[in-house]
């Protein structure tokens, strides 16, 4: 007789608030949150190897929507593949939220020539007439082990405008 016994995934993320971005992210155990060079944030994972051998890479970020990339026209394009990025397997757009859920893999050469898939988690939240990123991205055959952590980050994400005090 076999007994099986099922464990819950325990996920422990803590809020962490920005006032800048006007953002909160709920971020996991042992993940650290650092400024992204080019402005917004970088989340890392616990260890070097995660970033290195698995590709992981979060950032969240803040910028003005341009007439092109509005939340709708951003969800149909990548409905379609385009060039290396294959068509979306989620594209899931809340108009009432203003709340766009992207999903989708690509492919890059790297070092040697290599040809690596990434699958990417993008939520774009409209705040107005900007929209904050949150994108989180792993090798496609790493992906499985972050799922859990980027859903935490990624769809986690809460917006509130900027000028608002916190």
Same mark, same amino acid.
Request: contains cysteine.
């Given at each position: 007789?076999?007994?099986?016994?099922?464990?819950?995934?325990?996920?422990?993320?803590?809020?962490?608030? &920005?006032?800048?971005?006007?953002?909160?992210?709920?971020?996991?155990?042992?993940?650290?949150?650092?400024?992204?060079?080019?402005?917004?944030? *970088?989340?890392?994972?616990?260890?070097?190897?995660?970033?290195?051998?698995?590709?992981?890479?979060?950032?969240?970020?803040?910028?003005?929507? *341009?007439?092109?990339?509005?939340?709708?026209?951003?969800?149909? *394009? &990548?409905?379609?593949?385009?060039?290396? *990025?294959?068509?979306?397997?989620?594209?899931?757009?809340?108009?009432?939220?203003?709340?766009?859920?992207?999903?989708?893999?690509?492919?890059?050469?790297?070092?040697?020539?290599?040809?690596?898939?990434?699958? &990417?988690?993008?939520v774009?939240?409209?705040?107005?007439?900007?929209?904050?990123?949150?994108?989180?991205?792993?090798?496609?055959?790493?992906?499985h082990?972050?799922?859990?952590?980027?859903?935490?980050?990624?769809?986690?994400?809460?917006?509130?405008?900027?000028?608002?005090?916190g």
């Amino acid at each position: 007789m076999a007994i099986l016994l099922s464990f819950p995934l325990v996920s422990h993320a803590a809020p962490y608030r &920005h006032a800048g971005l006007g953002v909160t992210l709920s971020v996991p155990d042992g993940w650290k949150v650092r400024p992204a060079p080019g402005g917004g944030l *970088r989340v890392l994972p616990p260890q070097m190897e995660d970033r290195e051998r698995s590709g992981v890479a979060v950032t969240v970020w803040r910028e003005r929507l *341009r007439a092109g990339a509005a939340l709708d026209k951003l969800a149909a *394009r &990548h409905k379609k593949a385009q060039g290396a *990025r294959e068509a979306a397997i989620r594209a899931q757009l809340d108009r009432k939220a203003g709340r766009l859920v992207l999903e989708y893999r690509e492919g890059e050469y790297v070092q040697s020539g290599l040809w690596i898939v990434r699958q &990417h988690l993008k939520v774009v939240q409209q705040d107005g007439k900007q929209g904050v990123y949150a994108e989180c991205v792993a090798n496609a055959s790493e992906y499985h082990r972050y799922r859990r952590a980027f859903a935490d980050i990624c769809l986690g994400l809460s917006v509130r405008p900027v000028s608002a005090k916190g």
